[in-house]
């Protein structure tokens, strides 16, 4: 449970119909979230709703240490792992993880 003046950093991969309809305005209505990055083809259309949020034009761009990072603690990020081998790593990161105050969330 969050303490009262914590916030989860989020990051959104894609922005697409869902992202721009319903995910990126239901994270930025929930106090204890905030949108941190934003994964997209075409950044223009997320930077000029959420201009102060970092957007990553690529997946290819998005260094799998960041994905890691994620999940041991150094950087909030939710992502779809599209290879195999790093999603195993992911699952094996977020279960060591489980202990503490962190959560992990992807598809595969």
């Not at 969050?2 to 209505?29: D, W």
């Not at 201009?51 to 890691?68: A, F, G, T």
């Not at 150094?74 to 977020?94: D, F, Q, W, Y």
Request: charged letters at 30%; glycine letters at 6%; proline letters at 6%.
């Amino acid at each position: 449970m969050l303490s009262k003046n914590e916030v989860v950093r989020v990051g959104l991969v894609g922005y697409g119909m869902s992202g721009q309809a319903f995910h990126a305005p239901t994270i930025s209505c929930v106090p204890e979230l905030t949108l941190a990055k934003v994964v997209e083809r075409h950044a223009k259309k997320s930077k000029e709703r959420y201009p102060q949020v970092e957007v990553v034009d690529s997946p290819e761009k998005l260094p799998y240490r960041n994905i890691y990072g994620a999940i041991t603690g150094r950087e909030e990020l939710i992502v779809k792992p599209e290879e195999a081998r790093n999603a195993i790593r992911m699952i094996e990161a977020a279960k060591q993880s489980a202990r503490g105050k962190k959560a992990v969330a992807f598809s595969l």
